[in-house]
């Protein structure tokens, strides 16, 4: 198992009212699953991947993280967990402006403490695993946007984490890249890797091996259909 | 560390005017205080040379009347103080302050002083010890000087000093010329210069008073025939050169000591006693000391206004430094997505702050060396640069940096990942 999540609930506190954005969430991945969340915008898609990231915690409920439980764990931890086992894909890439390819996807590494050479090393391993090693020298300017997210899959992928952690991966791209993108999230799933990806389009959804459908924070294994 | 270093350097240079602009504060304030400390290092040293000799570290210790060196070719010499002993020399050279002393009488611009049947007006004698020429720093620049025998034999020889060759026998040599001095032929043997490097600089009408009388000349006689030309029971005075600079005014203090033994208070019923006399050291360093600490306590006052200066460019850095964490928000929680620490991330902030204003201390200590270049040019100020200022001044500017960048690189450290990624 790479994580789960029990009875989840988080609020937002707007004035002096707490907002119940995510309610009464289980969900559990098992490791090398495909898994997409779906959900219209405002449903409360970023405020889960945020909890599963480890970089919120949740309300109330409980979330084991690869046999830790997030809850508890102080800043130190949680940032060697988002480094070494979660991969982040953002859907505006966020990757580093002045910093050429190779130096982003470094980034991970560096955190870890890698020496230089290995760092060089994994970095263009990932690189090439996107297909972008002839252009790691380049800025993310000099960069299309299917490439950038490539880039940034490069970065999400350096350190083998347990899990890759997609927020619209393909919201800012045109159909072709997204469908590149589409196609190298399944590569590496048949490689074994666990990606949880969330969307908010059917097509993209539809890549994954199981969907999940998140209204008004709370999540149901159909469209329409009964909670979970 | 040196992967921040090298990110600080890529960030600074990627806004150059920005980081000029931030860094003008600290660039004025440390130029303002290099150009400060050098100008009062510069005029310290004035001040020491001019008042004290560049390195010589002797002190004269003289017989004085209340605040006046007595002097014997008006007056006479007081009955109630005995003659110097070759032990008194001992006590003194066994001081741990002095290095070596010597005993001396002078006399200014005698009226009984001629060359060839024409009287010698600016002119000092001086009757001398063997050791005179070696503590007061002089040497023989041609002939010789005083053996023992001219000393024990009463030899009628002199030596001269360029000053007075030059004066008299203008561009000859002065050896083998004869002098008379109160009717007696004295042979020179020899020319003598005062060896220290020292050139003063003439500023003022105190200033010439200072110099005037070393610009007379000068004939050095043996002590022993003091007796000959003047009174053979004139007091002598003493030069004592001191170990080290800092010695000098105990140097002095101990061997007028040990001087004044030779005064009997009583008056032993003669005319000429004289209670008030006494050997006084001359208070040249404590002059020069305290003519240093006036010119410091006004540049002191210019050194906290450049602080001042310092400070409202701590708060420039600051202020930018607090902007850069807000622009660079986006970056922060990316960092803190990919597993940066806190302390990473503080760390990351205090470096740019650091090397921006170690940029700009760098940048005011090169300001400041032409700053002061420029007042020494303009203002015939002499100035001397001061290596320690100028280490102490980059360390203080990457001081000012760390605080001033603390609250910001806080702030940055303390940025909820969340909030970070969301912020537009
Ligand atoms: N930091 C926050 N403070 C208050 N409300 C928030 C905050 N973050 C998200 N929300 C609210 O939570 C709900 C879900 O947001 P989000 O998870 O971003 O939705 P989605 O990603 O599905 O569009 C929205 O109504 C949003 O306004
Ligand atoms: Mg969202």
Same mark, same amino acid.
């Given at each position: 198992?790479?994580?789960?999540?029990?009875?989840?609930?988080?609020?937002y506190?707007q004035g002096r009212?707490?907002v119940?954005v995510?309610?009464?969430i289980?969900?559990?991945?098992?490791e090398?699953?495909y898994?997409a969340?779906m959900?219209p915008s405002?449903?409360?898609?970023?405020?889960?991947?945020n909890?599963?990231?480890c970089l919120?915690?949740?309300t109330?409920?409980?979330?084991?993280?690869?046999g830790?439980?997030?809850?508890?764990a102080?800043?130190?931890?949680?940032?060697?967990?988002?480094n070494?086992?979660i991969?982040?894909?953002?859907?505006n890439f966020n990757?580093?402006?002045?910093?050429?390819?190779l130096?982003?996807?470094e980034l991970?590494l560096?955190y870890?403490?890698?020496s230089?050479?290995v760092?060089r090393?994994?970095?263009?391993a990932?690189l090439k695993r996107v297909?972008?090693?002839?252009r790691?020298?380049f800025?993310?300017?000099?960069?299309?946007?299917?490439?950038?997210?490539r880039?940034?899959?490069?970065r999400a992928?350096?350190n083998?984490?347990?899990?890759?952690?997609a927020?619209e991966?393909t919201?800012?791209l045109?159909t072709k890249?997204?469908?590149q993108?589409?196609?190298?999230f399944?590569?590496?799933?048949?490689?074994?890797v666990?990606?949880?990806?969330?969307t908010?389009?059917?097509?993209?959804?539809?890549?994954?091996?199981?969907?999940?459908y998140?209204?008004?924070?709370?999540?149901?294994k159909e469209r329409t259909g009964e909670?979970e | 560390?040196?992967?921040n270093?090298?990110?600080s350097?890529?960030?600074i240079?990627?806004?150059k005017?920005r980081?000029?602009?931030t860094m003008l504060?600290?660039?004025?304030?440390i130029?303002?205080i290099?150009?400060i400390v050098?100008?009062?290092?510069?005029?310290?040293?004035?001040?020491k040379?001019?008042?004290?000799?560049?390195?010589?570290?002797t002190?004269?210790i003289?017989l004085s009347?209340?605040d006046?060196v007595?002097d014997f070719?008006?007056e006479n010499?007081?009955?109630?103080?005995s003659?110097?002993?070759e032990?008194t020399?001992?006590?003194?050279?066994?001081?741990k302050?002095v290095?070596s002393?010597t005993?001396y009488?002078?006399?200014?611009n005698p009226?009984?002083l001629?060359?060839?049947?024409?009287k010698i007006?600016?002119?000092?004698?001086?009757g001398i010890?063997?050791?005179?020429?070696?503590?007061a720093?002089y040497?023989i620049v041609?002939?010789?000087?005083f053996?023992d025998?001219?000393f024990?034999n009463?030899?009628?020889?002199v030596?001269?000093?360029?000053t007075l060759?030059?004066g008299?026998?203008e561009?000859e040599?002065p050896?083998?010329?004869?002098l008379e001095?109160?009717?007696?032929?004295?042979?020179?043997?020899?020319?003598?210069?005062?060896?220290?490097v020292?050139?003063p600089?003439i500023?003022?009408v105190d200033d010439f008073?200072?110099?005037n009388?070393?610009?007379s000349g000068?004939?050095?006689m043996?002590?022993?025939d003091?007796?000959?030309?003047?009174?053979?029971?004139?007091?002598e005075n003493?030069i004592?050169?001191a170990?080290?600079?800092?010695?000098?005014?105990?140097?002095?203090?101990k061997?007028?000591?040990?001087l004044?033994?030779s005064i009997?208070?009583e008056?032993a019923?003669?005319?000429?006693?004289?209670?008030t006399?006494?050997y006084?050291?001359?208070?040249?360093?404590?002059?020069?000391k305290?003519?240093q600490?006036?010119s410091?306590s006004?540049?002191?006052m210019? &050194?906290?206004i450049?602080? $001042?200066?310092?400070? @409202?460019g #701590? /708060?420039?850095?600051m202020n =930018?430094m607090?902007?850069s964490?807000?622009?660079r928000?986006?970056e922060?929680g990316?960092k803190?997505?990919?597993?940066?620490?806190?302390?990473?991330?503080?760390a990351?902030?205090?470096?740019?702050?650091?090397?921006?204003?170690?940029?700009?201390?760098?940048?005011?200590?090169?300001?400041?060396?032409g700053?002061?270049?420029?007042?020494?040019?303009?203002a015939?100020v002499?100035?001397?640069i001061s290596?320690?200022s &100028?280490?102490?001044?980059? $360390?203080f500017?990457? @001081?000012? #940096? /760390?605080v001033f960048?603390l =609250?910001?690189?806080i702030?940055?450290?303390?940025?909820?990942?969340?909030?970070?990624l969301?912020?537009?």
């Amino acid at each position: 198992m790479v994580f789960e999540l029990k009875n989840i609930y988080k609020d937002y506190i707007q004035g002096r009212e707490p907002v119940p954005v995510l309610k009464d969430i289980s969900l559990s991945v098992e490791e090398g699953e495909y898994v997409a969340i779906m959900g219209p915008s405002g449903s409360g898609k970023s405020t889960l991947m945020n909890i599963i990231g480890c970089l919120d915690k949740q309300t109330k409920g409980s979330f084991i993280f690869d046999g830790a439980d997030i809850m508890s764990a102080n800043d130190k931890k949680l940032s060697d967990i988002r480094n070494k086992k979660i991969g982040f894909v953002f859907q505006n890439f966020n990757l580093l402006p002045r910093q050429s390819a190779l130096e982003n996807v470094e980034l991970p590494l560096l955190y870890a403490g890698v020496s230089k050479k290995v760092r060089r090393e994994k970095a263009i391993a990932a690189l090439k695993r996107v297909g972008l090693a002839e252009r790691m020298s380049f800025k993310p300017t000099q960069l299309s946007g299917g490439q950038k997210q490539r880039v940034a899959i490069a970065r999400a992928i350096v350190n083998h984490p347990k899990l890759l952690l997609a927020d619209e991966p393909t919201g800012a791209l045109d159909t072709k890249s997204g469908d590149q993108v589409m196609e190298l999230f399944k590569e590496l799933n048949d490689d074994g890797v666990t990606i949880v990806m969330i969307t908010h389009e059917p097509d993209i959804a539809k890549c994954a091996k199981r969907i999940m459908y998140i209204r008004d924070g709370e999540l149901y294994k159909e469209r329409t259909g009964e909670k979970e | 560390m040196i992967e921040n270093i090298r990110l600080s350097f890529k960030g600074i240079f990627s806004h150059k005017i920005r980081s000029l602009l931030t860094m003008l504060g600290i660039i004025i304030g440390i130029a303002a205080i290099i150009a400060i400390v050098s100008t009062i290092k510069g005029t310290n040293e004035q001040i020491k040379n001019n008042l004290i000799g560049a390195g010589n570290n002797t002190v004269k210790i003289q017989l004085s009347d209340g605040d006046t060196v007595c002097d014997f070719s008006w007056e006479n010499p007081p009955k109630n103080v005995s003659m110097f002993t070759e032990s008194t020399k001992k006590r003194i050279n066994e001081l741990k302050e002095v290095e070596s002393c010597t005993f001396y009488r002078t006399r200014n611009n005698p009226d009984n002083l001629f060359y060839l049947n024409s009287k010698i007006d600016s002119a000092t004698i001086y009757g001398i010890d063997k050791d005179y020429f070696e503590t007061a720093g002089y040497e023989i620049v041609e002939g010789k000087g005083f053996s023992d025998r001219n000393f024990t034999n009463f030899d009628k020889v002199v030596i001269v000093d360029k000053t007075l060759a030059e004066g008299i026998f203008e561009g000859e040599s002065p050896v083998g010329k004869i002098l008379e001095i109160s009717g007696e032929p004295f042979t020179i043997i020899g020319m003598t210069v005062q060896n220290t490097v020292f050139e003063p600089v003439i500023n003022s009408v105190d200033d010439f008073y200072t110099y005037n009388q070393t610009s007379s000349g000068l004939i050095f006689m043996p002590t022993n025939d003091w007796g000959i030309v003047f009174r053979y029971d004139e007091p002598e005075n003493c030069i004592a050169k001191a170990v080290d600079t800092d010695a000098m005014t105990n140097a002095g203090k101990k061997t007028a000591d040990i001087l004044n033994e030779s005064i009997t208070k009583e008056s032993a019923g003669g005319e000429e006693t004289s209670a008030t006399v006494e050997y006084k050291s001359e208070s040249l360093l404590e002059q020069a000391k305290s003519l240093q600490d006036l010119s410091s306590s006004t540049n002191n006052m210019l &050194i906290w206004i450049a602080s $001042i200066s310092l400070l @409202v460019g #701590g /708060i420039g850095v600051m202020n =930018i430094m607090l902007v850069s964490v807000t622009e660079r928000t986006r970056e922060i929680g990316l960092k803190k997505a990919l597993g940066a620490r806190k302390r990473r991330i503080l760390a990351q902030f205090l470096t740019e702050a650091a090397v921006l204003t170690s940029i700009g201390g760098i940048i005011g200590v090169l300001t400041g060396i032409g700053l002061s270049q420029i007042i020494a040019k303009v203002a015939e100020v002499p100035v001397a640069i001061s290596t320690p200022s &100028i280490v102490i001044s980059v $360390i203080f500017s990457m @001081v000012v #940096g /760390i605080v001033f960048g603390l =609250i910001p690189s806080i702030k940055a450290a303390r940025l909820n990942p969340i909030d970070a990624l969301r912020y537009e």
